[in-house]
């Protein structure tokens, strides 16, 4: 649709903004550069977007040298300049530099679920599972206290489960990132009843709106009492990726994992993918722990903060989460953690 209003009205530049936001949005990173390299840089404030555009971009593809000169370019007083910075320092594994990074960021702009959530996540990667359920504690006692009508615990109490839908209210009190989280630390831990709870705790969706992280982290709550929708869901996945759509890496690896486990003849349906050895590897050493990850969104490190809700949304708020989710192991899911506005 942008794409068409920018040749119907190539003289307004909002409109490329928001193409070139869209394509970042959709994971199409090269063509968002070419939209972004066609915006015009006169004004001051077209120009600070798009050098944190260029910057989510480069975070996204990896570049995180090229993300952090374009990061150098904003005012360490900048709100969305601390965010940014912290979630570079996280994704280069710099766990507690980033966990101190996010506090400033809390203390500057105020409190905000989504940067507690990203706070919680970098106690998580330091093993510091205490202290990320107390940020997870007060994620889920604000998100209960301020939206009631979300319906949090509903699923676990065995009430009458209607979905809330993914709306923006659910995005901004990262309450699915946060339990998904919190069944991650349970995981880990070794209490699988709690990592269960946790996910029947969160706002109750349906299947089809549930997001890759959800999925993947029910799918492997439910292989001791129902493999087949385990499976299921672990497969459907599998299947989006071969589509050409994103699914947490750790799939892949726990599902043959478990296929070893149950004895699954299936598990030659993949075999194809991996190099013999490995695959003899697999089936010959004892079989590792799962990798439970915490939350959705794909690039599987913590997100970028970016300043794009003028395209999506009229909220004043300046930063927002972009949430990702992590793998259990070594990294902290996207959404919706934000170059600081946030997130999916």
Do not use: W
């Not at 990262?174 to 880990?188: P, Q």
């Not at 699914?247 to 598990?267: G, R």
């Amino acid at each position: 649709m942008y794409g068409k209003l920018c040749k119907a009205c190539p003289e307004v530049q909002e409109y490329k903004m928001y193409h070139a936001q869209s394509l970042y949005k959709s994971a199409m990173y090269d063509e968002a550069s070419k939209a972004v390299s066609k915006l015009d840089e006169t004004s001051a404030e077209m120009a600070g977007r798009i050098v944190s555009l260029q910057a989510a971009i480069a975070y996204e593809q990896g570049k995180l040298a090229e993300c952090r000169a374009k990061l150098s370019q904003g005012h360490e007083s900048d709100g969305d300049t601390v965010v940014n910075s912290a979630c570079v320092l996280y994704k280069e594994g710099r766990y507690e530099e980033a966990r101190g990074r996010f506090v400033d960021a809390i203390n500057l702009l105020g409190y905000q679920p989504e940067l507690a959530y990203n706070v919680a996540l970098c106690l998580y990667s330091l093993k510091d599972y205490g202290g990320s359920l107390k940020y997870i504690a007060e994620i889920i006692e604000r998100g209960c206290n301020e939206h009631p009508e979300l319906s949090v615990g509903i699923g676990t109490e065995g009430g009458e489960v209607r979905s809330v839908g993914n709306t923006q209210i659910l995005r901004e009190t990262a309450l699915v990132e946060a339990f998904n989280l919190k069944a991650a630390i349970e995981f880990v831990m070794g209490n699988l009843l709690g990592a269960n709870e946790a996910l029947t705790d969160m706002p109750p969706r349906s299947e089809a709106e549930l997001d890759s992280v959800t999925l993947h982290n029910l799918g492997l709550m439910q292989m001791e009492e129902d493999p087949t929708a385990g499976f299921r869901k672990l497969n459907f996945l599998l299947q989006q990726g071969r589509e050409g759509g994103s699914f947490p890496p750790e799939t892949f690896i726990n599902i043959l994992l478990l296929y070893i486990k149950h004895q699954y003849d299936a598990l030659l349906h993949c075999s194809h993918a991996l190099p013999p050895l490995l695959l003899l590897m697999m089936m010959l050493l004892p079989s590792p722990p799962l990798l439970p990850i915490t939350l959705q969104l794909p690039p599987l490190l913590l997100p970028l903060l970016l300043t794009l809700q003028r395209a999506g949304t009229t909220r004043s708020r300046r930063t927002s989460l972009r949430k990702t989710l992590t793998s259990s192991r070594s990294r902290c899911r996207r959404t919706s953690t934000s170059f600081s506005r946030r997130r999916s």
